[in-house]
């Protein structure tokens, strides 16, 4: 199957430091990217779609100023959570399925540990 | 209402066993979906895709329901390696954009 990886897997960083996080697709190329978070016992809540050479789109209640996504080439997407508080600490995950169709199999990267002292 | 809903458990149940569980979605025009099986503190792996006509892996079955808007998992002769959290995930469609929705997770652990 499709290869994505996510980089840093495990980060801790003092509260109001800004944390970058990258999701790459090794062997496909991903105009969109979808970047999860989930906190512990509970489900992955779609923050954002990542979309190559264009602005990300949100979903209601995440803050695009505090999550900034970008997605400068087809096989790179980052989220950089800005000003870090401990209630950002969290379970980062992305995912990206190869080809052009809306539908199919949606491959994840490792996630990202962020622990926010 | 959530857009994908499923019983979190968590469902014990005896190696052997047949556990079935079931996720529903409240977006009628969903187009694709899926099981995935994610184990604590990992990333979610695809466990199967959900056709409307059914479909089967081994000793695992999906079905779908679209009028009804539910899906089913089905797992027979359960093994101590199934337990796991099973995510109901479904695909929809709106303005041209695309998005896939996860349930809240089902935890299954099979005992000894």
């Known amino acids: 199957g499709a290869v994505v990886s996510q980089h840093p897997s495990w980060v801790i960083c003092k509260s109001g430091t800004s944390v970058k996080i990258e999701c790459r697709s090794l062997?496909?190329?991903?105009?969109?990217m979808f970047w999860y978070r989930q906190f512990p016992k509970q489900s992955l809540m779609l923050m954002a779609t990542?979309?190559?050479?264009?602005?990300?789109?949100?979903e209601q209640g995440v803050e695009k100023d505090k999550f900034l996504i970008n997605h400068a080439s087809l096989t790179l997407s980052t989220l950089t959570v800005t000003s870090a508080h401990p209630e950002d600490s969290s379970f980062y995950i992305c995912?990206?399925?190869?080809?052009?169709?809306?539908?199919?199999?949606?491959?994840f990267g490792e996630g990202s540990r962020l622990t926010v002292l | 209402r959530k857009e994908v809903e499923q019983d979190p458990g968590p469902f014990n149940v005896p190696e052997g066993a047949t556990v079935a569980f079931n996720c529903t979605y409240s977006?009628?025009?969903?187009?694709?979906f899926f099981w995935y099986r994610q184990d604590c503190r990992k990333e979610p792996k695809l466990l199967m895709s959900?056709?409307?006509s059914g479909n089967e892996d081994g000793r695992f079955t999906a079905q779908l329901n679209r009028a009804s808007q539910y899906i089913s998992l089905l797992i027979r002769d359960s093994k101590l390696s199934d337990s796991a959290t099973y995510l109901c995930?479904?695909?929809?469609?709106?303005?041209?954009?695309?998005?896939?929705?996860f349930g809240t997770g089902t935890r299954l652990k099979v005992l000894a």
């Open positions: 990542s979309n190559e050479g264009s602005k990300a789109t949100y």
């Open positions: 977006n009628s025009a969903s187009q694709s």
């Open positions: 995912s990206a399925k190869p080809g052009l169709a809306t539908t199919g199999e949606l491959f």
């Open positions: 959900v056709y409307s």
């Open positions: 062997d496909f190329q991903a105009t969109t």
């Open positions: 995930v479904v695909n929809s469609q709106a303005g041209g954009t695309y998005k896939y929705i």
